[in-house]
């Protein structure tokens, strides 16, 4: 993947990058609408295996992600080609120039009510996903303004330049069974790493390489929603890798995969946008 733009380039440099008054005012809305309607009647905890799936995550003690896919949710992805595909292509094609490739993996839609939404780890997406070569870029829209107190994303700049890390619990920060990976320090200011926390206002949108650092804080606010729809797409030809043992690893995949280990990574589920 090569950037095609400024903000492209500082995506590069620093792992992520926020693109300001970028997405369709009446797509988000219309997104963030449905929501509020899957949120009351979704309640499935199975994942789709032959669709693309998205996760209701209700960062809340005790709460387990729920799924739907696409029919539920068509305003989903109608912000995905219409808005979402088009600003990343505007600041990135293929390393030979072509148009870039933006293979779904998974799409997510946050949520971290007022006073009770939680902490959420220092993680690494690619580590979470069995996939070689790992190339990854994830997407984040809020469907409100977001400030500090309400749990705003924190990246560590430049960190998605190392090696993969270990796959922790979210919640716990306690790394999974069968991890031999070095975990993220507690504190990477400390490691010498600068941290950014991404406020945001609606419209806006955050990009990140999937090697990249980050965490968001509770939402300590009494009354400020904390909403957010997350894409995540592979942007190179991969193959399935699944590491042996790897509880962090697999278990997001399980219903979804058909292929075999060193198969190239497709299927139902993870279409080209
Ligand atoms: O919305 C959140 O708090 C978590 C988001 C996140 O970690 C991600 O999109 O990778």
Sequence with gaps: MQATSELG??????????????????????????????????????????????????HVSGEEQ????????????????????????????????????????????????????????????????PITPNVQIATWIPFEPVIKDSGALVYALKTHKGELRATVDLY?????????????????????????????????????????????GPNVTKDRQRRGLSVRFIVDEAIFSPRPNSAGEEKAFDAQISIKPGEPFQGKPFPLV
């Excluded at 005012?25 to 669709?51: A, C, G, Q, Y």
């Excluded at 941290?195 to 390489?209: G, N």
């Design 9 to 58: 380039k500082e995506y590069q440099e620093n792992g992520v990058v926020l693109l300001k008054d970028c997405i369709d005012e009446k797509l988000i809305d219309k997104v963030r609408d449905k929501w509020m309607d899957l949120d009351l009647r979704i309640t499935t905890h199975i994942s789709p295996n032959e669709k693309p799936r998205i996760a209701l995550w209700r």
């Design 66 to 129: 729920r799924f739907c896919d696409f029919d539920d949710y068509p305003e989903a992805w109608e912000l995905i080609e219409k808005n979402i595909a088009p600003v990343i292509r505007k600041h990135f094609a293929s390393d030979d120039g072509a148009q870039l490739r933006l293979q779904l993996l998974e799409t997510i839609v946050f949520n971290k009510p007022p006073e009770i939404g939680k902490f959420l780890s220092w993680h690494q997406d690619a580590s979470y996903y």
């Design 172 to 216: 716990k920060n306690t790394p999974f069974e069968n991890e031999t990976r070095e975990l993220i320090p507690v504190d990477p200011a400390e490691h010498g790493y600068e941290l950014v926390c991404m406020e945001m206002d609606q419209k806006d949108m955050i990009l990140h390489d999937g090697y990249v650092w980050h965490y968001s």
